[in-house]
């Protein structure tokens, strides 16, 4: 069958770096094409040329067999449409506002509302999607607006759909649902391009399977005919044994943090308790309350009852402000790390920096040296790609921007971490090395306090799970015995049985 869209020869260039290095992919009607890589390999530059956001240096796109100029709008009209690997909704404008932008970008001044709400509710009808169609997206759950994305993508029934790491903040159900989703399609006869790094999922649903590295084409074969085992050594160059279930020997010494009867929106009366050295896991369904409580804790939300303490060295301290818990050592890495967690037009150094500004300045002097030394072994902890520390944060693909958020705590060696869903976007191999480092912190004697809803994440991690559904904690469990069973089960609302 011939290839409804194919890229030949593409390169591109930033700087000095090939991030895109003559790679060539093509992809029929009905295929499901995977294309997978590290961290950094080129996968999501390739896919914006393919869009036309992005002008290749050299190569050509085709659709069909014809050349398409390299504009967005060419793109669009010969039937590509991608999916952003971060989210790229308007927030103020509704649901329908944004499907129908998607479907008509020029015209949507002209449009009337009828017209328009009719159009979004049959999108989402053939997706199977329910949302209130003049719904904010700014009030929608992170789930949700993945789907309206999708939907906005599909709008203009394209031939071609690009979805560039489509389930990083789903849960397994959600998941399951959109894959069975890009199945049908394809079944329809759509070519749908998948960004994962997820390895499972890429078995479950593709056919084809193309591996990036450092810009490079290094693997391309028929899923039937490979191994995950042979995906992940081609995706890193080397063999990677991975020793997901490897846990720590814990142990835990006095309690850190303490919270007691916290409430706040979408948070109902929650106390919890993380020791140094102990890591607490967050364990529940995408929309149960988790990140509100967190940022409720350390005061970077209002919360409208109840107290939070840290101990550090003997001495208790209330915490009533973001301010007062960074004041007293906690470190926060946040879910959407674009909008809170990095400045992304400074430097890699410049960020790790400023947490860090106290210990290596002295006298309030900047240390340029000095803060390029330190910021240079941190990146090398967490395996920064390519490790520059004087490139803009923003510049860095997405799971080496998460690295960089990691690496700002590091250096400090906070008394009480919180990170929420910290590995979301990031390779396998990063990933291994990410949760080294969360156990590296508690067993220096940091309080760690984790959400995830990567199950063999949570329970890898965790020395104790609390599950949490509508604002509130439905069971603890051991980490050490836990399974994603009874994880599961508990954050679908039943109840626990003790053994
Ligand atoms: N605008 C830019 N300026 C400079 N370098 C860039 C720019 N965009 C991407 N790069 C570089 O190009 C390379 C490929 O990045 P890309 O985002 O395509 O990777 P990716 O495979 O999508 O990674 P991830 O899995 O983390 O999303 C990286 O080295 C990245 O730092
Ligand atoms: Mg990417």
Not at 59 to 71: A, C, T
Not at 86 to 104: Q, R, W
Request: hydrophobic letters at 40%; charged letters at 25%.
């Amino acid at each position: 069958m011939a290839a409804v869209v194919e890229a030949k020869n593409i390169t591109k260039a930033f700087g000095g770096v090939k991030a895109v290095d003559d790679v060539t992919v093509s992809v029929e009607a009905g295929e499901i094409h995977a294309v997978v890589g590290e961290n950094g390999a080129g996968k999501s530059t390739l896919m914006r040329i393919l869009s036309g956001i992005e002008f290749p240096d050299s190569g050509q796109v085709m659709v069909e067999g014809k050349e398409i100029e390299n504009s967005a709008k060419d793109s669009i009209d010969a039937g590509i449409s991608l999916v952003h690997q971060e989210l790229s909704l308007v927030p103020e404008m509704t649901v329908a506002e944004n499907i129908y932008l998607g479907g008509f970008p020029t015209s949507a001044g002209f449009t009337k509302r009828k017209e328009m709400k009719k159009f979004a509710q049959e999108t989402l009808d053939e997706i199977g999607v329910q949302v209130d169609i003049d719904e904010r997206i700014s009030r929608l759950s992170v789930a949700l607006r993945q789907f309206v994305e999708i939907a906005r993508a599909i709008a203009r029934k394209p031939k071609v759909l690009i979805l560039d790491e489509p389930t990083a903040s789903l849960t397994p159900a959600e998941t399951d649902y959109l894959l069975s989703m890009l199945e049908r399609l394809a079944k329809q006869g759509l070519a749908i391009i998948y960004i994962s790094h997820r390895i499972p999922e890429v078995f479950r649903l593709c056919h084809n399977v193309t591996i990036l590295r450092d810009g490079k084409l290094v693997y391309v074969s028929e899923i039937k005919k490979t191994t995950p085992q042979e995906v992940i050594n081609q995706m890193v160059g080397r063999e990677l044994k991975l020793d997901l279930e490897s846990r720590r020997d814990a142990k835990p010494g006095d309690v850190v943090l303490s919270a007691v009867g916290i409430k706040a929106p979408g948070v109902n009366d929650v106390d919890l308790e993380v020791r140094a050295g102990e890591i607490v896991g967050l364990g529940g369904l995408v929309g149960a309350g988790r990140t509100e409580l967190i940022r409720a804790i350390i005061g970077a939300d209002n919360k409208t009852a109840g107290n939070v303490h840290i101990t550090v060295d003997g001495k208790r301290q209330q915490i009533t402000s973001y301010m007062s818990a960074m004041r007293n050592g906690v470190a926060y890495v946040p879910e959407e790390r674009r909008v809170d967690g990095l400045a992304m037009t400074m430097s890699v150094t410049d960020n790790v920096y400023l947490p860090n500004r106290k210990d290596l300045a002295a006298s309030g002097v900047i240390n340029p040296a000095k803060a390029a030394k330190v910021a240079k072994e941190l990146a090398d902890r967490v395996g920064l790609r390519p490790p520059e520390i004087k490139r803009e944060a923003g510049q860095y693909s997405g799971g080496n921007q998460q690295k960089i958020v990691i690496a700002k705590w590091l250096h400090k060696r906070p008394s009480f971490v919180v990170l929420d869903e910290p590995t979301r976007g990031v390779d396998v191999g990063a990933k291994a090395e990410i949760h080294r480092l969360v156990k590296e912190l508690a067993d220096q004697g940091t309080a760690v306090l984790v959400v995830s809803s990567d199950l063999p994440e949570l329970l890898e991690l965790s020395d104790v799970i609390h599950v949490v559904r509508d604002g509130k904690i439905m069971g603890t469990l051991d980490g050490a015995k836990a399974d994603e069973k009874q994880v599961m089960g508990l954050a679908a609302g039943e109840k626990l049985v003790e053994a």
